[in-house]
């Protein structure tokens, strides 16, 4: 029987190193501090004074703080750091730095560092929050060139309908701006700016006024449009025929090659022909000959009886 005092002893020993597994968990990643009496606390460095370190450090599914004096500590291990970490604290800093600044600028440089460092999500915000601040810096200026500007941008960041309403304040300031209507689908016709829907109709309307006539996309004087009908009818006659043409060489061709088969179907009759008679005749040879030779054969048997008789 197992002596209790040893089993107790044991269950100490467990529980001991259970407490230190949860209270020190063991990790690659923790810093390590180095107590002048010997003990080690792992956990994370949250915060560092002169006189005071902060450590936070995991006891079972929760964590804690604890405060440590410096004159307690001989030395420190601190972590290495991964690159996903450095990334992190990097758009933090960048991340603070344009909050303080708020200019735009600033954070479309985040923007573009966010997109460097494949942190997708967070540039778009970036750049959303970009947009914002350009367009209330732009309705602030309120001017042509700080709304041609602004347009720009939202080209080469693709907000392609923020540049869409930009361009349209900037034709309500200028209404003669070329860089705007032509962004806008404007074409200039006779000193004016339209759509080019809109140029299509007034030139329509103009060639009609003129006594031009469309046709298939162009327009024509009435006489030239006549004679162009009247060559279209001819050419269309001039297919048809062609293609009679066409039909009545296939036709011969078939005919001709009709006539080919039936004179050697002819040839081949007469040959067939030819062989029939031929055979009948050596048909009735041998017919003729076996014939006399029955009868020669009769003769001798009739000579054969007399002489029996006799």
């Known amino acids: ?94 991340l603070k730095s344009a909050q303080k600044s708020q200019k735009p600028q600033e954070w479309e440089a985040l923007a573009k560092w966010c997109q460097r460092e494949k942190l997708h999500n967070k540039a778009q915000m970036a750049l959303q929050k970009a947009l914002k601040l350009y367009e209330n810096n732009t309705q602030k200026q309120n001017n042509t060139n700080s709304w041609l500007e602004f347009a720009k941008w939202c080209v080469q960041n693709k907000f392609f309908k923020k540049a869409e309403q930009a361009y349209q304040k900037v034709i309500s300031l200028d209404p003669e701006n070329a860089t705007a209507r032509n962004y806008l689908g404007y074409v200039r016709y006779k000193n004016k700016w339209y759509r080019a829907e809109e140029i299509e109709k007034i030139r329509d309307k103009e060639m009609r006024l003129k006594g031009y006539l469309k046709y298939k996309g162009k327009w024509y004087t009435p006489k030239a449009l006549n004679t162009l009908l009247q060559l279209e009818k001819n050419k269309k ?27 050697n179907l002819e040839q081949k009759l007469q040959t067939l022909e030819q062989n029939y008679l031929h055979l009948l005749q050596k048909f009735k040879s041998l017919w003729l000959s076996l014939y006399q030779k029955m009868q020669e054969q009769d003769k001798k048997i009739l000579e054969l009886q007399k002489s029996l008789y006799k």
């Open 237 to 263: 006659w001039e297919e048809k025929l062609k293609l009679l043409q066409q039909k009545n060489d296939h036709l011969s061709q078939l005919l001709q090659q009709s006539q080919i088969k039936i004179s």
């Open 1 to 94: 029987m197992k002596n209790p005092y040893f089993l107790w002893i044991k269950i100490k020993i467990y529980l001991l190193l259970l407490l230190l597994i949860l209270v020190y968990p063991t990790t690659a990643q923790a810093d390590i501090l180095v107590l002048k009496d010997g003990r080690r606390i792992e956990g994370k460095i949250v915060e560092s004074n002169p006189s005071t370190i902060v450590v936070l450090v995991k006891v079972g599914t929760s964590s804690a703080k604890i405060y440590l004096e410096r004159k307690m500590i001989l030395r420190i291990h601190k972590q290495k750091k991964t690159s996903w970490e450095q990334i992190l604290e990097e758009y933090e800093y960048r």
